[in-house]
């Protein structure tokens, strides 16, 4: 089994609030972060690829390495799922309702191969507490790492540092950030999350109980 080479962490980023403080947690402990974009034609993955390369100039700094972005088409993969066409779910849903099948086992392992072409360290990911799907779990991840690792023939580590976390606690601590340029939607218009969609709801609802102003301007 090959060693890893260097300590630089690639971090999987989308343009949402969870991913924008994964990156900034390892940052302020000085850790080399290359930020990992896995865009897989989702509806949103355009807006969402805008907003994540905003948010990076905003925090850019001598530790930040510049954004990678891995094509991964999935639309054969999901047919007609909501993702990629179709009504989505809406602000009352409940989270079961905007699971993915399998989303987590695709984005890990294509980080996962991109770390084995320069043997670099660890993958992380921005799961927090209350997740309630099975590959966001840290049993998943836990065993992910000894599949990856028998099949790659290095060491492959993936970390969820957040996991004991909720939203509102990443807004509360982390607000001196520039979270209006993250992005949490489903249904884009454009350039501009919905204000309606689950993932809508969840920010909003997450800036409120956090007792902070979210100044992300919605469609409706």
């Keep these: 089994m090959s060693p890893l080479r260097n300590h630089k962490i690639s971090v999987l980023a989308s343009g949402g609030l969870d991913s924008a403080v994964l990156l900034a947690y390892f940052l302020k402990r000085k850790k080399q972060v290359r930020p990992l974009f896995v865009q897989c034609g989702l509806r949103w993955e355009a807006a969402e690829l805008y907003w994540l390369k905003r948010y990076l100039r905003a925090i ?91 099949a790659l023939q290095q060491q492959v580590v993936i970390t969820a540092p957040l996991r004991e976390k909720h939203k509102v606690d990443l807004i509360r601590e982390w607000q001196h950030l520039p979270l209006d340029l993250t992005f949490s939607c489903l249904s884009p218009q454009g350039r501009t999350p919905c204000g309606r969609c689950n993932k809508c709801a969840e920010r909003q609802r997450g800036f409120r109980s956090a007792g902070a102003e979210d100044k992300t301007r919605y469609a409706n």
């Design 60 to 150: 850019r700094c001598a530790w930040l390495a510049p954004l990678r972005v891995v094509d991964l088409p999935m639309a054969s993969l999901y047919g007609d799922h909501w993702a990629f066409r179709g009504k989505v779910p809406g602000g009352r849903s409940a989270d079961s309702a905007v699971y993915l099948p399998g989303r987590n086992v695709i984005l890990i392992g294509a980080a996962a191969v991109v770390c084995a072409q320069d043997r670099s360290g660890t993958l992380a990911i921005g799961t927090l507490a209350g997740n309630p799907f099975g590959d966001a779990s840290d049993r998943f991840f836990r065993s992910y790492e000894r599949v990856l690792t028998n």
